[in-house]
Nanobody, 125 residues
């Protein structure tokens, strides 16, 4: 069973930065493509970024492109999300997810097989 554990969330002022981490156990990390999503109350879980198994390819939602950076360290079984220039409307629970089967990076949350419990990010105005 694959387990994912996010950390690094918290309270930050608008315009500030946070770096989220997601530690993965239970399966060879390098066999998993990884993604980050977020969900605010009353909304659907939304795609933010994904990274390929080797880290050589990334994709981003338009809303975060240029401000967020996804990266991974296969030696540490960890994926990261660096978030800069945060906005109050980006207050949400942030989730990492693992995709073990897709041939290509995907924004579709249904394609992801494993999920973490989430970490709260609150951006104050």
């Amino acid at each position: 069973q694959v387990q994912l554990a996010e950390s690094g969330g918290g309270l930050v002022q608008a315009g500030g930065s946070l770096k989220l981490s997601c530690a993965v156990s239970g399966r060879t990390f390098s066999s998993l493509a990884m993604g980050w999503f977020r969900q605010a109350p009353g909304t659907e879980r939304a795609f933010l970024a994904a990274i390929s198994r080797t880290g050589g390819k990334t994709i981003y939602a338009e809303s975060v492109k240029g401000r967020f950076t996804i990266s991974r360290d296969n030696a540490k079984n960890t994926v990261y999300l660096q978030m800069n220039s945060l906005k109050p409307e980006e207050t949400a629970v942030y989730y990492c997810a693992a995709d073990r089967t897709s041939a290509y990076l995907t924004t579709d949350r249904v394609a992801y097989d494993y999920w973490g419990q989430g970490t709260q990010v609150t951006v104050s105005s």
